[in-house]
């Protein structure tokens, strides 16, 4: 994951209480995230290059976004009864759908600001 933060162009930042979906509610868990990507854990095995559609939650407010995935690796098990695990990341290619109040765009500034 090093190697990847020297191409970044912006700095992501952890976010706490952001749930997200991409093949059914909360099978996805939102690590960090900047104004032009994030990265996240994930039960599914997906494909770098594939384009996704995933809906982050924070409160009642939703966003729906569009991310080309950029890398996903296995995450080791630390025990054999443990449910397969894989890291992922990747760009915003669109913002498909935002709540009025402006969820994404409010994660985004609120991170930048360290607040």
């Known amino acids: ?3 990847l933060s020297s191409k970044r162009q912006e700095m992501r930042f952890p ?17 960090n995230l900047s104004r032009s ?5 994930t039960s599914h095995h997906l494909t770098v290059g594939d384009t996704s559609f995933i809906e982050i939650r924070f409160h009642h407010q939703t966003a729906s976004l ?4 950029l890398w996903c690796f296995r ?9 397969e695990m ?3 990341g990747g760009r915003f ?3 498909v759908r935002d709540d009025p109040q402006g969820l994404w765009r409010g994660l985004v ?7």
């Not at 990507?37 to 854990?41: H, K, S, T």
């Not at 995450?75 to 449910?83: A, C, G, I, M, V």
Request: hydrophobic share 45%; glycine share 12%.
């Open 66 to 69: 569009e991310l080309e995935l």
């Open 109 to 115: 500034a609120r991170g930048a600001s360290g607040a």
């Open 37 to 41: 990507g994030l990265a996240f854990a």
């Open 93 to 95: 290619v669109d913002v």
């Open 75 to 83: 995450q080791p098990k630390l025990e054999p009864e443990e449910r």
């Open 86 to 88: 894989f890291l992922a």
């Open 15 to 31: 976010v706490e209480g952001v749930q997200g979906s991409l093949r059914a509610p909360g099978d996805l868990r939102i690590i």
């Open 1 to 3: 994951m090093a190697r």
